[in-house]
């Protein structure tokens, strides 16, 4: 088979059923060029990207994909093929800034290490306590029964894999509209947003049945 025909997500199960390093040469062909444009416009934040460090922030990326035999990865595994990419910018990102908090730790000596990985995918940047944490994540499943309950509704996979980058992975509408398959404009994006935050508020505002 043509590895370079299969879809992403078909790509990714190829990769993590086959013992063969084909489908991980297509991977990185197809997913390394994303990486490292993520990499450089972040590290843009802090000063004029070395192409050196570039490369080492690159294999650190793919360093956390294929982390405790890619359980990143599997846990993606079936979702909607925008998420792979989503999912992966946002795993480049945090690991620039990763590089740079604990260049900052060992400046302070505070010795700080890195954020979880499905922390970082629920939990604001900002510092929470624990039982903070545990309350975002009973607030994230009670908007994701809301949304589920238009599971019926026309293009509600791709506007739910929106929803869900923009809310919890981070992305922003425009880098959301760039995605392949999305096929929406910025404002098209912003508009869904829009849309599905009224929809989840009219949910949650609904008046219990009386008995």
């Keep these: 088979m043509d590895l370079e025909k299969l879809s992403p997500q078909e790509l990714l199960r190829r990769c993590l059923s086959s013992e063969t390093e084909a489908p991980w040469h297509e991977f990185v062909r197809r997913f390394q060029p994303m990486i490292a444009s993520v990499i450089i416009k972040t590290l843009r934040r802090w000063g004029q990207p070395n192409a050196s460090l570039v490369d080492d922030l690159v294999q650190e990326t ?43 730790s060992l400046k302070r000596g505070s010795g700080k290490g890195e954020e979880d990985l499905e922390i970082v995918q629920i939990v604001p940047a900002s510092d929470t306590t624990f039982s903070e944490r545990i309350e975002r994540r009973a607030q994230l499943q009670q908007i994701d029964q809301c949304l589920q309950a238009y599971a019926s509704e026309p293009n509600f996979a791709r506007d739910y894999a929106i929803f869900w980058l923009f809310h919890r992975q981070g992305l922003t509408a425009r880098e959301i509209s760039e995605l392949p398959t999305i096929q929406l404009s910025v404002k098209g994006v912003e508009s869904t947003l829009l849309r599905l935050a009224r929809l989840i508020k009219s949910k949650l505002n609904e008046e219990p049945e009386t008995q």
């Design 62 to 104: 793919y360093v956390k994909l294929c982390a405790n035999s890619f359980k990143a990865l599997r846990e993606i595994e079936s979702d909607y093929e925008n998420a792979i990419f989503g999912f992966i910018k946002v795993v480049a990102s945090n690991v620039v800034q990763d590089h740079y908090r604990k260049s900052l």
